[in-house]
C-alpha cells in the first residue's frame, strides 16, 4: 500500500513540475498580413492546353445495349446473331465516342519559375488573364496575376 501512495505521489509531483514548464503565452495573430514569402511568387514560363477525359464506360454499355438490340432485329439464325455482335460492338464504339465527345473538358497546365527558383507546374481549368510572362502567386493551388 505505502508503495502505490508513494508512486502516486511521485507521478503528481512529476506532473506539477512539467505543467510548470509549460508556456502559455500566444503570439498575437496579425489579421491582413500578406507575406512577401518567395516560394508563392513567381513567373509564368509556359502555358499548355490538355484535354482531359473522363470516360465512365456508361457510353460504351449504353451503346453496346441498343447496338445488340438492334442488330437482333436483323435476319435470323446464325446471321442473327452476326447482327447482334456487330450492333453490339459497334454500338459501344459509337457510344464511346459520343460520351467522350461529350465530357472532354480543356484544361491548362501551366509552368512557372518562382522567385525562390523552383519550378512548379499547376493544373487549373482556366487562365482567364493569365499569360507567358506575367508575375504570379500562388494560392491555394491556383495562380492569380500579382
Not at 4 to 11: E, G, Q
Amino acid at each position: 500500500m505505502k508503495r502505490s501512495t508513494t508512486l502516486a505521489a511521485a507521478l503528481f509531483a512529476g506532473v506539477a513540475v512539467l505543467s510548470g514548464c509549460a508556456s502559455t503565452s500566444q503570439q498575437p495573430q496579425q489579421i491582413g498580413y500578406i507575406s512577401n514569402d518567395s516560394s508563392s511568387y513567381g513567373t509564368i514560363d509556359s502555358i499548355q492546353v490538355m484535354q482531359a477525359r473522363g470516360s465512365s464506360g456508361a457510353g460504351a454499355i449504353t451503346g453496346g445495349l441498343i447496338g445488340g438490340l438492334l442488330g437482333n432485329q436483323v435476319g435470323s439464325g446464325g446471321g442473327r446473331t452476326a447482327a447482334t455482335v456487330a450492333g453490339a460492338v459497334g454500338g459501344a464504339m459509337v457510344g464511346n465516342n459520343v460520351e467522350n465527345a461529350r465530357d472532354a473538358k480543356q484544361e491548362y497546365q501551366i509552368s512557372v519559375r518562382m522567385d525562390n527558383g523552383d519550378y512548379r507546374t499547376v493544373q487549373q481549368d482556366s487562365v482567364y488573364d493569365l499569360r507567358v510572362g506575367n508575375r504570379v502567386r500562388l494560392i491555394d493551388g491556383r495562380l492569380y496575376r500579382y
